[in-house]
Antibody, heavy 119, light 108 residues
């Protein structure tokens, strides 16, 4: 079964750090670009970050640039999001998603992991 | 960045009704437009790609149309299981892969 499973969310104080993971299975992970999308409580989807299939190219939304780092380990079939200098506005459910380049769409999504930023 | 504007932000319709959601891009994006469905507490699910192509396994009551800056998403006959929030997403001018603000569909 093709799936993505996020982990690593939790409660963190403002200014703190957290690393999210997204474990892929059921497909050739190293062949796909991957993305992080977040959703604050009661809000819409916000695009966060992207990484190419080999990890050589990355993108960050302005809201997280300089604070978040996306990476991947193709030998472990895992995507990461290192989050630092966390703010209240970073509190959200974080989803990882697979980019299908034939359809130019995010065709597989993880179940999401909640990040709570609070003192 | 391209801005995507969805309307309405919410709607209420009866079972069996035809439901239409629009999405407008701030500039021409050809047909590079996707639609996603998100049910409460769940991850988004791809329904339509390239403005009008139905994702495998998605019921045929869902459809999409449009090109350029104006796009339409339609549910031909609303079913109780269609209660969700629907998002459009552009992929013409990348990055970022911009989402619309969402349309919440409820049963009257």
């Amino acid at each position: 079964e093709v799936q993505l499973v996020e982990s690593g969310g939790g409660l963190v104080q403002p200014g703190g750090s957290l690393r999210l993971s997204c474990a892929a299975s059921g497909f050739t992970f190293s062949s796909y670009a991957m993305h992080w999308v977040r959703q604050a409580p009661g809000k819409g989807l916000e695009y966060v970050s992207a990484i190419s299939s080999n990890g050589g190219s990355t993108y960050y939304a302005n809201s997280v640039k300089g604070r978040f780092t996306i990476s991947r380990d193709n030998s472990k079939n895992t995507l990461y999001l290192q989050m630092g200098s966390l703010r209240a506005e970073d509190m959200a459910v974080y989803y990882c998603a697979r980019e299908n380049t034939v359809k130019d769409a995010f065709d597989i999504w993880g179940q999401g992991t909640m990040v709570t930023v609070s003192s | 960045d391209i801005q995507m504007t969805q309307s309405p932000s919410s709607l209420s319709a009866s079972v069996g009704d035809r439901v239409t959601i629009t999405c407008q891009a701030s500039q021409d994006i050809s047909n590079y437009l996707n639609w996603y469905q998100q049910k409460p507490g769940k991850a988004p699910k791809l329904l339509i790609y390239d403005a009008s192509n139905l994702e495998t396994g998605v019921p045929s009551r869902f459809s999409g149309s449009g090109s350029g800056t104006d796009f339409t998403f339609t549910i031909s006959s609303l079913q109780p299981e269609d209660i969700a929030t629907y998002y459009c997403q552009q992929y013409d001018n990348l990055p970022p892969w911009t989402f619309g603000q969402g349309t919440k569909v409820e049963i009257k």
